[in-house]
T-cell receptor
């Protein structure tokens, strides 16, 4: 069974500094996708970044980058130049692409990390 | 391009009632999946629909059901509501395997 582990319940960072949020995963599938989402207090789940298991390069989206280490089964999110608006809950999630299956959408989430950015 | 739209945003129901939540995916997306988020259990998968067929189902009682229409819009229904059903219900849409999944703003259900 797939599992996502986020070991940091809370993280603090100074504005304009970089921060790394940890995520490890467990799966027996060879094909899968890894996601990071941001959830502010309003509740909306905002997509940040995606990494496919066969992607050779780490994904980047603006200030967000995903440090993908396949052998270690880790997919850490790096936020550069933190801003006050980055304060939120962050979730790591995984989707397995079942061989021959048509399941597109089942995401398994970690417990989340609350990030607080200090001015 | 419009995002994923969930209605209503907020809902208050009484125990024993039933409720229907709606999700309109991004245009062109055929997969819709639903999640329940509570402080105690975190985010849990409810079910996934693709081309009007349920493809996958999470570990929830039969009181939770859903369907998808030909235009990919999806509804989920909860019958005989219990206090523990109070949660944020999120839906996500995708257009293919191994692509991004985008969420709506959620429906916050309170059962009293």
């Amino acid at each position: 069974a797939q599992k996502i582990t986020q070991t940091q319940p809370g993280m603090f960072v100074q504005e304009k500094e970089a921060v790394t949020l940890d995520c490890t995963y467990d799966t027996s599938d060879q094909s899968y996708g890894l996601f990071w989402y941001k959830q502010p207090s309003s509740g909306e789940m905002i997509f940040l970044i995606y990494q496919g298991s066969y992607d050779e390069q780490n994904a980047t989206e603006g200030r967000y980058s995903l440090n993908f280490q396949k052998a270690r089964k880790s997919a850490n999110l790096v936020i550069s130049a933190s801003q006050l608006g980055d304060s939120a809950m962050y979730f790591c999630a995984m989707r397995e692409a079942h061989a021959g299956g048509t399941s597109y959408g089942k995401l398994t989430f970690g417990q989340g990390t609350i990030l607080t950015v200090h001015p | 391009k419009a995002g994923v739209t969930q209605t209503p945003r907020y809902l208050i129901k009484t125990r024993g009632q039933q409720v229907t939540l709606s999700c309109s995916p991004i245009s062109g997306h055929r997969s819709v999946s639903w999640y329940q988020q509570t402080p105690g259990q975190g985010l849990q998968f409810l079910f996934e629909y693709f081309s009007e067929t349920q493809r996958n189902k999470g570990n929830f009682p039969g009181r939770f059901s859903g369907r998808q229409f030909s235009n990919s819009r999806s509804e989920m229904n909860v019958s005989t509501l219990e206090l523990g059903d109070s949660a944020l219900y999120l839906c996500a849409s995708s257009w293919a395997k191994n692509t991004e999944a985008f969420f709506g703003q959620g429906t916050r259900l309170t059962v009293v």
